[in-house]
């Protein structure tokens, strides 16, 4: 199997790739289990997925899949109202009245 390489065939030169799936992401803070070959958007994400010492369907454990160009992104659910949007219901009832 051909791995990719970064700074060519759209992939970005700042890529990271895995050697053994050949799977492609870019972020320092990015976690991609061996076992799996599932990309996390932060280590706290990876560790969800590894409870038991085994990888779990991180779409099981409340995690939320993000499309992204290197394929998909598992991490944490954005906060209700988004990430610059009201953090609560609270929040949400209060700015509806």
Known sequence: MALPIPGSDGI???AIVHGACGSWWTGAERSHCGGCCRTFSSLTA????RKGGRC???AT???AARQKPHGTLWGWPAPI????GPRTRNDIEEAAA
């Open 12 to 14: 970005p030169k700042n």
């Open 46 to 49: 990876f560790d969800q997925h």
């Open 56 to 58: 779990n369907n991180p």
């Open 61 to 63: 454990i409340a995690l």
């Open 81 to 84: 109202g988004g990430y610059t």
